[in-house]
């Protein structure tokens, strides 16, 4: 009884052992079978490749005597359009001139065998064999080929371009091109000749100057090339073919491969043969030790790991999961779904690579897109908000596109779109049209409707580069014009942009380098009383004394420094410098701008209180001016931002009034202290009356809201007049005085000093 468990073991091993060697065997002999599937299905496979390989080299072959009939019979059309031929070729003396220009021309330069002068209807005038004339031309056997290839080329469409118009000469009616003269027209066939294969090709004898040389049917020249060693030689040399020769029968031996010749009637010429060079055997013999060893080594993985080889499946369907999950990760953007950098740049390299190998397949476009004040977006309603407006035009631009573009995403708001197309700047204006209309309609996040729009940069190779990384570099160049032209635009790259480009790098480099070493200066203009002339205040100016550039205008500098992200240090440099040189000025003004940029950023106020406390200067001594398109940014937040610079008692202007965006919306939503007329109406005051009209309309309407109105670019006696009796209080210009540094801007604010130039105010005004 006791031994019975053993028993009930023993049989359970042995059957467990029966199922498991039972498994072996079938998985054994499964695997002889699919060895056997496999050397059947590879065996199948060398022979196709076999035949493939076959049928390309005939390919290469036809295509080679192809290009050689081709050339002969360019070679014959270059010659034969020719002035003196026409003229020389049935002259007096004729032999002698075509031995050296005609038959010398084509033996010496392409081993003509036999050139024939015939008339158009086919009759033969004369022969050369070689380059001497003979007798012996043997003209019946080609006769008619060449009737019928003189017939052929009279009929066929004439190749480069449009016939301009017909002419009758004798029989035939002739084409001529644009510039009247006539088109040469050829013909050429494969024949038999002398029993070998033999290329024969027809051109006219006509005149390339002076058209009228040609007065009835041209004559043609035949020229006859046979297939001799020669081009056996280069034909084996040029498509890496060994034993190449002519048979006059097909071949019937298995390793060599063959070519039949065809003439124009679709009659045998005869067979190229050469010995073939199939992979098969070659893949079978480096393969078999392989297959080999595969089985054995299958085998020992079944009999000794069967439970192991189960447990793995598993593990390696989730490694194969993960691995995939990671590849599609590093290859594509995480928060729009779309490939990123690295995948782009692969597949704009393979695109790069086809195009330059097929330049019939066209060019490769690349589309360098942003979204137009993205960092406005982000720091006045929220990363969430930037964050869902990205995902959004990432899925505007993938319905709005076809499907063979290549949209991918660099990061931030950049989106770089690849195209193939064909066309130039036709396909590149139309891309960018289509990419402009996807900001039509306003988008639509978290209870906001957000009106954005794009800029973007086109450029296309291989035409303009065959290197990925340059191509990008031009697609980003036209980027940076299209926002430097007023953003909402695209641009295609030209060559004029890299120059610019590269100054305004240079430039940006150098301005940094200038804000950090402390090489900016400021200028100050005197702001005048309109009644008196008496100083009210200064204007702070920006300047740049560049030492190798010598003085660099602000409106070169400034917009690098907004295109750079150089406003927030460059801004704050100015207001630094301001408030530490005129912290003592007595009894005036000091104005400063400000850049939308900064009124934009999220920590604008936080830095002004820095600044003061730092400095210790009073904001009660400072006008802070702003132009009129900040007001259409996110006008709230603007708002806000203004109202705290009042709170901490700064006065605030309004610049450049009426030329911009000009509301009068925001005139109501904030008290503005003063206005400033732009110059450009105070320029035209002199001559234009609406000038003048539109002046005083601008100054009432201040006066109504009890603002202070500055006129600015006031030159000559006869403006202050006109701008003065408009109502402006107060004056700014040349007539009085220009920018000039601090220290003589101090020195103005000494009481004689004042004095005196209050009275040459006078005088001036007087």
């Not at 298995?254 to 992979?279: C, E, F, I, Q």
């Not at 440099?573 to 003592?584: A, D, S």
Request: one cysteine or more; charged letters at 25%; proline letters at 5%.
């Amino acid at each position: 009884m006791g031994k019975r468990p053993v028993a009930n073991a023993g049989r359970r091993h042995d059957s467990g052992a029966a199922n498991v060697g039972w498994i072996v065997v079938a998985t054994f002999l499964a695997l002889l079978a699919l060895t056997a599937a496999l050397v059947a299905a590879f065996r199948n496979s060398t022979d196709i490749a076999d035949q493939f390989a076959r049928a390309e080299e005939r390919r290469l072959a036809h295509r080679f005597v192809e290009r050689s009939e081709r050339q002969i019979l360019e070679a014959a059309k270059l010659q034969l359009v020719w002035d003196d031929a026409v003229v020389r070729l049935n002259a007096p003396g004729a032999e002698s001139w075509a031995r050296n220009f005609i038959a010398g021309y084509f033996w010496g330069s392409h081993r003509i065998d036999r050139i024939y002068h015939v008339r158009y209807a086919g009759n033969l005038v004369r022969c050369w064999q070689g380059p001497k004339l003979t007798g012996d031309c043997r003209y019946d056997q080609i006769e008619r080929t060449v009737r019928d290839l003189i017939n052929t080329s009279v009929r066929k469409t004439p190749p480069g371009g449009p016939v301009k118009e017909w002419h009758k000469h004798g029989e035939v009616m002739w084409p001529y091109d644009s510039k009247g003269l006539p088109i040469s027209q050829g013909a050429s066939a494969l024949i038999s000749f002398n029993s070998q294969p033999t290329i024969i090709a027809v051109a006219p004898v006509l005149p390339d100057v002076t058209p009228s040389l040609l007065k009835g049917a041209p004559d043609y020249v035949v020229v006859v090339r046979m297939l001799d060693q020669h081009i056996l030689a280069d034909l084996q040399s040029s498509l890496l073919l060994d034993d190449v020769r002519f048979n006059h029968f097909p071949n019937t031996v298995s390793a060599r491969n063959d070519l039949a010749l065809t003439d124009m009637r679709g009659g045998t010429v005869g067979w190229l043969s050469w010995r073939s060079k199939p992979p098969g055997p070659a893949i079978l013999r480096q393969t078999a030790p392989l297959l080999a060893i595969y089985i054995l080594f299958f085998v020992g993985v079944v009999a000794g790991g069967a439970i192991i080889v189960r447990r793995m499946r598993r593990t390696t369907s989730e490694l194969m999961a993960s691995e995939a999950q990671a590849q599609h990760n590093a290859m594509h953007d995480a928060m729009s779904g779309l490939p990123n950098r690295t995948h782009f740049m692969q597949r704009l390299r393979q695109e790069l690579a086809t195009c330059v190998g097929h330049r019939e397949l066209g060019d490769v476009f690349v589309a360098y897109v942003d979204i137009d004040r993205f960092k406005v977006v982000n720091d006045t309603l929220g990363h969430h908000v930037g964050d869902e407006l990205v995902r959004q035009v990432a899925l505007r631009l993938r319905r709005s596109l076809p499907a063979g573009d290549f949209l991918s995403r660099f990061g931030g708001d950049e989106f770089v779109l690849m195209r193939r197309s064909t066309g130039g700047r036709v396909s590149a204006d139309m891309l960018g049209r289509q990419i402009m209309a996807i900001a039509r309609d306003p988008f639509v996040i978290s209870g906001h409707s957000l009106e954005v729009s794009l800029s973007c940069g086109i450029s296309w190779g291989p035409e303009q580069s065959e290197d990925p990384g340059e191509l990008l570099r031009r697609a980003d160049i036209a980027l940076y014009r299209a926002k430097q032209r007023g953003r909402a635009r695209y641009r295609r790259f030209t060559r004029d942009m890299d120059a610019s480009v590269k100054l305004r790098r240079e430039m940006e480099m150098e301005l940094r380098r200038a804000i950090a070493r402390d090489e900016l200066t400021l200028a100050y203009q005197p702001i005048v009383n309109a009644a008196d002339g008496a100083i009210e205040g200064f204007e702070a100016l920006l300047r740049w004394p560049h030492p190798e550039r010598g003085a660099i205008r602000p409106g070169l500098f400034v917009p690098v420094a907004e295109q750079a992200g150089l406003m927030m240090p460059l801004g704050e440099w100015v207001l630094r410098r301001v408030f530490t040189e005129c912290q003592n000025w007595p009894g005036c003004d000091i104005s400063v701008n400000l850049s939308p940029l900064q009124i934009m950023a999220s920590n604008f106020l936080q830095t002004i209180d820095d600044l003061l406390r730092e400095t210790g200067a009073d904001p009660r001594h400072y006008v802070l001016e702003v132009t009129e398109g900040v007001m259409l940014d996110r006008s709230e937040h603007v708002v806000e931002v203004l109202k705290g610079l009042k709170y901490r008692g700064f006065r605030i202007a309004l610049d450049d009034f009426g030329i911009g965006y000009s509301s009068l919306s925001y005139l109501r939503s904030f008290q503005f202290d003063r206005i400033k007329i732009d110059r450009s109406f105070v320029q035209n005051i002199e001559a234009d009356l609406d000038a003048h009209s539109i002046l005083r309309a601008i100054v009432s309407l201040g006066h109504t809201l009890r603002m202070k109105v500055v006129a600015e670019g006031v030159e000559t006696p006869m403006q202050r007049a006109l701008v003065q009796a408009a109502g402006c209080q107060m004056i700014q210009g040349h007539l009085f005085w220009q920018a000039m540094p601090a220290s003589e801007a101090r020195g103005l604010l000494k009481p004689e000093t004042n004095a005196q130039q209050v009275s040459l105010s006078r005088v001036a005004h007087g």
